[in-house]
């Protein structure tokens, strides 16, 4: 069986949490590798959805085990309100089969204060989602952060909140004039986070060595995208977690030999949401129709995503980064109304003209996308069900993509709905 990993390569929001509904039926486990409760994943099934923001998708199918991973930074409060949100719409069942990361650490009450504070003070924002992951990452790497394992140990627990809140209450109070945390209080709200955590922790390298031996069916579950990846993005414009295919090792605890597959999602546009430079957004009428259309508002926070014409320049770089061995194309019916439809095919900055992205932040403000304009399709897509019934000019843009990107195109997405879906190869097959 094959183990295969999904990715998004814009800024986030590519549409992977239905990818990976559809593909959850062919695995048997599916692992989230990053990120935290900053995704949010939207899946319809008939007239019912559920936007899922820490737990795999893969949770929506009975039988699956359903695992965070060691890099995922995980917020006990979200946790405990989408797991009983889940079991309410008679999903969880099971509740064995999901499992947590000894390894991850914890998303504390001062994280969210402390993004939420530096998000408020400064003049230039990240536009984060105010959820706590950037501190939270930053404890990580300067070995201050608190993991699953310590919180199930009292005393240690006890100690590393403790030291944690000697430094950042003297950063709330003294640098942001705000009000600090009481140990106490943090204590006794995630001594209930304890019995929780016990429930479905434990060792996941192993668990996911036995799995391979086993020949399970692995299905790794990316969040965000790979232009918000903390190295490859638009740095500072970024999440802090490395969103990229090459994370699901790092994050999971497998080799790098375990993946055979790595789809690519992206939608047939692009959008951003938070700051941040974007080369191909449409900032006038044309944009406001993507947004409209598409409902492009955040799941996390609600708020307006930006859209513009596709960016091959970006997306062929992320085939590239993430070893894309093909693409679904997502949201396809939201150009349904547009006389032309364009692509970017390269940027030019002052006389010289670029395929491949800047380096510097600077870089992206300055350079002027190229477009190729092609026809509209200029009728409904919506619940196409195979590649033959799409539009002459449906596939001409589709087969431009491909070309340019040098990639297949392996499923297309003409509606939210599970059933709209166009599957040209299923890499579990
Ligand atoms: P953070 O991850 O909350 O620190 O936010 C950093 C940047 O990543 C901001 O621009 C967010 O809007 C963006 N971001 C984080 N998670 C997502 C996501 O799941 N989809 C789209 N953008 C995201």
Redesign the pocket.
């Known amino acids: 069986m094959a183990n295969i990993g999904v990715v ?1 390569i814009q ?3 590519e549409g992977k949490g239905k990818i990976i509904d559809f593909l959850s039926a062919y695995a048997d486990v599916i692992v989230r590798f990053q ?2 409760a ?3 994943h939207t899946i319809v099934i008939g007239d019912k959805k559920t936007i899922l923001h820490l737990i795999p998708s893969g949770i929506l199918h009975e039988g699956k085990y359903c695992v965070i991973g060691n890099g995922v930074v995980l917020d006990p409060e979200v946790l405990e309100k989408e797991i009983t949100e889940l079991k309410k719409l008679g999903y969880m069942k099971d509740d064995k089969k999901f499992l947590i990361s000894g390894l991850a650490h914890l998303i504390m009450p001062y994280h969210k204060k402390l ?1 939420q504070l530096k998000e408020s003070r400064v003049t230039k924002k ?6 706590g ?2 501190p939270a990452y930053e404890d990580r790497t300067s070995r201050a952060g608190i993991r699953v394992v310590d919180l199930l140990n009292k005393k240690v627990f006890r100690e590393k909140v403790r030291e944690n809140l000697e430094v950042k209450n003297f950063l709330i109070r003294r640098y942001y004039k705000d009000e600090g945390f009481k140990l106490m209080d943090i204590l006794k709200k995630y001594d209930g986070y304890r019995k929780l955590l016990k429930k479905y922790s434990m060792d996941v390298v192993s668990f996911l060595e036995t799995c391979m031996a086993k020949k399970k069916a692995i299905l790794f579950e990316g ?3 790979t232009f ?1 990846d903390v190295d490859h993005g638009t740095y500072p ?5 490395n969103t990229m295919a090459g994370n699901i090792f790092a994050g999971s605890g497998v080799p790098p030999t375990c993946v055979d597959y790595i789809l690519g999602i992206c939608k047939a546009y692009t959008t ?5 430079p974007f080369p191909t957004e449409l900032s006038g009428p044309e944009g406001d129709l993507m947004r409209k259309i598409g409902d492009e508002y ?4 609600g ?1 307006p995503r930006r859209c513009g014409w596709f960016d091959a320049v970006l997306a062929k770089r992320s085939v590239y980064l993430n070893g894309i061995k093909g693409l679904s194309i997502m949201k396809l019916d939201v150009l349904d109304g547009f006389e032309k439809i364009k692509l970017c095919t390269s940027y030019k900055i002052g006389k010289k003209y670029y395929t491949e992205p800047p380096m510097d932040v600077t870089g992206y403000y300055k350079c002027e996308p190229q477009y190729e304009e092609m026809d509209g399709w200029k009728t409904s897509l919506r619940d196409i069900k195979t590649y033959e019934d799409l539009p002459l000019n449906t596939k001409k843009y589709l087969k431009r993509i491909e070309e340019l990107l040098n990639v297949k195109v392996d499923i297309i997405s003409t509606g939210p709905d599970r059933n709209s879906t166009i599957i040209l190869h299923n890499p579990f097959r």
Not at 237 to 241: G, Q
């Open positions: 998004g800024w986030g929001d990120g935290g900053n995704a949010g993004d990240i536009g984060t989602t105010g959820r992951i950037g969040a965000q995208g918000l414009y970024v999440t802090s977690s951003r949401v938070g700051e941040g955040g799941s996390t926070t708020r």
